[in-house]
């Protein structure tokens, strides 16, 4: 069904100009005027009251008056004449629409979304497949119909690419990026504030279309992520590379939150985790994006890590080791057969090294035989050329080599091959004439960023695959959905924390290792308690109002006897008054002491666009100043688990850091696990939850939550 509603955005079989003006520069006029340069097939029908003619042709005062039913609107009205515009164009029969105007909330203004929530209900009511508003119209080389009102654009085609933007001031600019790569976009959709149609819908329909091989997202706010990624995995599963620039750093909003995870990551952080996870590649500029597409339009990526590159350069392969290193980038160990082939290809003052500098351009055979070495080194997962297009005739060594690479990938080979130019130069005819011949390759703009933007591919591809190597984790508890639906009780206006027993209660359901503890409402339960544990014990102030204790000093370590317990709880009730009159004291914990092991942290943070998100990294009280931690989805599989502990300086220290004995990375694993599958099954009725320390003890000993908070999210605006 959302590809139909696409299919008749993208495929009108009219198109209606609603507030058509012959206005000097006016966007009816300019797409009018695109429509027919481009060839686009259908009707196209001025629509404006107040003329009864416009550009030489008829213009028509409302729906009822056009020669046929209308199809496809673009509303080029003011913000507040949208709603009549679009639920008129609906009885008259149309299934899209395009809404240029902007006012609808994207600056934060109460008005505008007002606004938005009309316009969100209109659509719902009607049914309309609509794009935007605040938008800038769309690119639809198949059907023609060119929307963009960009006087501009030089020309449309169907190519294997297609983008969708919530800019549509990169749009045109993009379409001469991607002519001149050889790149041209089937679509281009710019998807303005997604209040109809969204990313995951466009998405959906450009995975459906056969000569479309990659998609490039520009989004500055993902809505409906359960969709767009549901899309995400599609395209991964059909083979289509989704590539995407998404803006968005820090929400400074989430310095403020209840639990101290929610001020450790910024928005890009979790939609790496969520959408990386749904094989979504992401590049930090529309440059490096552009370079993936060129890649991965043309080659599939590699298969492991191992690169070896080839060039006829001593300085550039030392720059390459900078490339590499600084990109992250694994450059492959050459085995002593390959090296000894290199060198009876090259002779005796061969170098037969990983970057391989031939030191000229070679004979075509012993360059040959060179690029057949590295491809059959087991280590070896893709083979980078470092070629220069000559930009004059009469270089026939270099020209010669270049065929040779052509004959030799063109039927595909045991690795990939991708070109790139020594440093970044404009190619002239000659230049692009040879570019030409070689176009089932990648051609990349220069070396730092070919390994920039590869890097992230590999690292994309292995992220992707993790995910697909193992299962979701089964069903939490028999109960699960009794147990949550019981904080439905608890939850009000406001983000709620829960007390340390009763957020401990929940998350052990789910296999959260508990120590051995017990509330207690006196000092005199609490020695009671301690004596039945055993010494040494804890004992923590219990209070919803107090989600920190450190800073309140409501907590004591190492109790050993009966009076030290009474003294503590005298002590924590003095500290918790004085910190915080309101605080309501409804008991004391008394727990084991833990024996000594590493201070974790493990939560979930609850991201404004990607929801839920697990977090794991480095415990205690600096976990928000060094920040060592790392995301993952939620439901993630125990592979993804032990990604993010190797990603985290915490990971050394459960490996056992400078001879320190190796802690018990099995039962961290399954502790990750379990918090996955809560924020799984949990879903939109959390805001947050802090497990900090989880103390991870020796191998075989376990690990277990020495504090835990679970915040509920808020029923309504908070």
Avoid at 628 to 654: F, K, Q
Wanted: aromatic share 4%; net charge negative; glycine share 10%.
């Amino acid at each position: 069904m959302t590809n139909d509603k696409v299919e008749a955005l993208l495929h009108p079989r009219n198109i209606v100009l609603v507030g058509a003006s012959d206005r000097p520069r006016h966007w009816s006029g300019r797409v009018r005027a695109n429509l027919a340069r481009f060839g686009y097939a259908g009707g196209v029908y001025p629509l404006n009251p107040r003329r009864a003619e416009i550009w030489d042709t008829k213009c028509y005062p409302d729906f009822a008056a056009l020669p046929e039913a209308p199809d496809h609107i673009l509303s080029f009205v003011p913000a507040d004449a949208v709603f009549g515009v679009l639920e008129a164009g609906a009885r008259a029969g149309a299934r899209s629409a395009l809404v240029f105007a902007g006012g609808f909330g994207e600056g934060g203004h109460e008005e505008g979304r007002a606004r938005a929530v009309r316009l969100r209900a209109v659509i719902e009511k009607t049914g309309l497949a609509v794009c935007g508003p605040n938008c800038m119209g769309n690119i639809a080389a198949p059907s023609r119909a060119v929307t963009l009102p960009d006087d501009g654009l030089d020309r449309i085609e169907a190519g294997p690419t297609a983008v969708i933007a919530q800019s549509g001031g990169l749009c045109v600019a993009l379409n001469r990026l991607l002519a001149e790569r050889g790149l041209m976009p089937s679509y281009m959709v710019s998807a303005g504030n997604q209040l109809g149609l969204a990313a995951g819908d466009y998405l959906r329909f450009m995975v459906a279309q056969p000569g479309v091989k990659a998609i490039l997202l520009y989004l500055e706010e993902v809505v409906r992520a359960d969709d767009f990624l549901e899309a995400c995995n599609e395209a991964a599963a059909a083979g289509k590379p989704v590539l995407c620039v998404k803006i968005g750093g820090s929400d400074s909003g989430r310095a403020a939150a209840l639990a101290h995870t929610g001020a450790l990551v910024g928005s890009i952080d979790a939609f790496d985790a969520v959408a990386g996870a749904a094989g979504v590649v992401r590049l930090d500029t529309i440059e490096d994006a552009v370079e993936a597409l060129e890649y991965l339009v043309r080659v599939a990526p590699p298969k492991g890590p191992g690169i070896a590159v080839m060039t006829n350069s001593g300085a550039l392969t030392a720059l390459i080791s900078e490339y590499a290193a600084r990109a992250g980038v694994e450059l492959a160990a050459l085995t002593e057969q390959t090296k000894a082939k290199i060198a009876e290809a090259l002779g005796p003052l061969a170098n037969p090294a990983n970057p391989l500098d031939t030191r000229s351009t070679v004979v075509t055979q012993a360059h040959t035989a060179c690029m057949d070495a590295l491809a059959a080194d087991p280590g070896v997962d893709l083979l980078l050329m470092g070629e220069e297009l000559p930009l004059t005739p009469g270089i026939e060594r270099k020209e010669a080599n270049l065929a040779a690479i052509g004959e030799w990938t063109r039927g595909g080979g045991p690795v990939p091959v991708a070109l790139f130019a020594p440093m970044a130069v404009s190619l002239n005819d000659h230049a692009q004439g040879l570019r030409d011949k070689l176009g089932h390759l990648p051609y990349m703009s220069e070396p730092d960023r070919a390994f920039r933007v590869l890097g992230r591919i590999m690292r994309g591809t292995e992220r992707h695959a993790r995910a697909q190597s193992q299962a979701v984790p089964a069903r939490g508890p028999k109960d699960a959905d009794l147990l949550l639906d019981g904080l439905a009780a608890l939850r009000g206006p406001r983000p709620r924390p829960l007390d340390e027993p009763r957020s401990k209660a929940l998350l052990g359901a789910w296999g959260l290792p508990l120590p051995r503890e017990t509330l207690a409402a006196d000092a005199d339960a609490a020695v009671r308690a301690a004596h039945e544990i055993g010494y040494p014990v804890v004992v923590k102030a219990v209070s919803e109002g107090l989600p920190h204790k450190t800073e309140a000093g409501a907590m004591a370590l190492g109790l050993t006897g009966a009076a030290a317990v009474a003294e503590a709880c005298a002590e924590i009730a003095a500290n918790v008054a004085a910190y915080d009159a309101h605080a309501v004291l409804t008991g004391f914990l008394v727990a084991e002491q833990l024996e000594a092991g590493a201070e974790l942290a493990l939560g979930i943070l609850v991201d404004r666009e990607m929801g839920p998100v697990v977090m794991f990294g480095s415990g205690g009280v600096m976990v928000e100043l060094y920040k060592d931690v790392a995301l993952g989805r939620p439901g993630l599989n125990r592979a993804e688990a032990a990604a993010m502990i190797d990603a985290t300086r915490a990971g050394r220290i459960i490996a056992g850091y400078r001879g320190a004995p190796a802690l018990d990375h099995a039962a961290v694993i399954d502790a990750m696990v379990a918090l996955g599958r809560f924020a799984l099954d949990a879903g939109d009725r959390i805001d947050a939850v802090d497990i900090n320390p989880l103390m991870a003890r020796a191998h075989g000993r376990g690990v277990c939550m020495a504090d835990a908070l679970v915040v509920l999210a808020a029923t309504g605006p908070g």
